[in-house]
T-cell receptor, first 115, second 111 residues
Framework: DTGVSQDPRHKITKRGQNVTFRCDPI?????LYWYRQTLGQGPEFLTY????????KSRLLSDRFSAERPKGSFSTLEIQRTEQGDSAMYLC?????????????FGEGSRLTVL | GQNIDQPTEMTATEGAIVQINCTYQ??????LFWYQQHAGEAPTFLSY????GLEEKGRFSSFLSRSKGYSYLLLKELQMKDSASYLC????????????FGGGTRLMVKP
């Protein structure tokens, strides 16, 4: 396994369109996280899953944002009716509850540009 | 609330030592992480501190004082490839390792 993978790496869309990002975590990791990062800022937590359960979603930026992890493996993050302010890098990370430090392993991110 | 502060930018010379500070005020504390992020790339794990003191790992060391809400990352024998952003992050929840990140410190290493 080569790490966390995200698709697409880049997405350009028009305002008002819906977009969906996919994340495939490291295979033995049971936790999966979504973060958003804008230029020059640190990652901002959005939501996380343990297996298929979404245990925290209060930080999702609005009701236009939703995430799923239906079988406890890959996850999708959907943004409906995109706005220019949604332009950012969307990072996925995974971790294992069996590791002492619980460090997060990040993917390369999906960069969204809303025109 | 959660507040994590670190300098926005720092510049240092190749071969030198640099210390990047991080102060935090969080509602809970379960550990502090440092990540390195090169431009356009994913953050990568550098260090983890949960107890007070210094953790050394090669050229990089990280220090934590829980009573002061303070940490620093020390980089020795700087190399040009160390030019990157360094992110301080606090795990402030009892479950989930939901890290809260600071804004990052952009380090530029000059010859």
């Amino acid at each position: 396994d080569t790490g966390v993978s995200q698709d697409p790496r880049h997405k350009i869309t028009k305002r008002g369109q819906n977009v969906t990002f996919r994340c495939d975590p490291i295979s033995e990791h049971n936790r999966l996280y979504w973060y958003r990062q804008t230029l020059g800022q640190g990652p901002e937590f959005l939501t996380y899953f343990q297996n298929e359960a979404q245990l925290e979603k209060s930080r999702l930026l609005s009701d236009r944002f939703s995430a799923e992890r239906p079988k406890g493996s890959f996850s999708t993050l959907e943004i409906q009716r995109t706005e220019q302010g949604d332009s950012a890098m969307y990072l996925c990370a995974s971790s294992s509850t069996t590791r002492d430090t619980g460090e997060l392993f990040f993917g390369e991110g999906s960069r969204l540009t809303v025109l | 609330g959660q507040n994590i502060d670190q300098p926005t930018e720092m510049t240092a010379t190749e071969g030198a030592i640099v210390q990047i500070n991080c102060t935090y005020q969080t509602s809970g504390f379960n550990g502090l992480f440092w990540y390195q992020q090169h431009a356009g790339e994913a953050p990568t794990f550098l260090s983890y501190n949960v107890l007070d003191g210094l953790e050394e790992k090669g050229r990089f060391s990280s220090f934590l004082s829980r009573s002061k809400g303070y940490s620093y990352l020390l980089l020795k024998e700087l190399q040009m490839k160390d030019s990157a952003s360094y992110l301080c992050a606090v795990d402030s929840r009892n479950a989930g390792n939901m890290l809260t990140f600071g804004g990052g410190t952009r380090l530029m290493v000059k010859p």
